[in-house]
């Protein structure tokens, strides 16, 4: 999504390279997205799904 959106960024992180990140998030397996520090969604999905899982989680109302 961040390549179809400037105003979406996205960072990829090596959890045993930065412990105290996966710490912090605690992660526990991969893929895990964060967003705003609030959605946290772990493992794959279809996009429709994962997209409506992150509106929900920072609290936008998905208007499709």
């Known amino acids: 999504m961040a390549m ?3 105003l979406i960024t ?3 992180v090596e ?3 930065y412990p105290e990140l996966a710490e912090r998030y605690q992660v526990y397996g991969v893929p895990l997205t964060i967003a705003n520090d ?3 969604i772990e493992g794959g999905m279809p996009e429709p799904m ?3 899982k992150i509106l929900q989680g920072i609290g936008v ?3 499709r």
Do not use: G, V
């Open 4 to 6: 179809e959106n400037e």
């Open 10 to 12: 996205a960072d990829a």
């Open 15 to 17: 959890a045993s390279e």
């Open 38 to 40: 609030k959605a946290r």
């Open 50 to 52: 994962f997209i409506e």
């Open 61 to 63: 109302k998905d208007e």
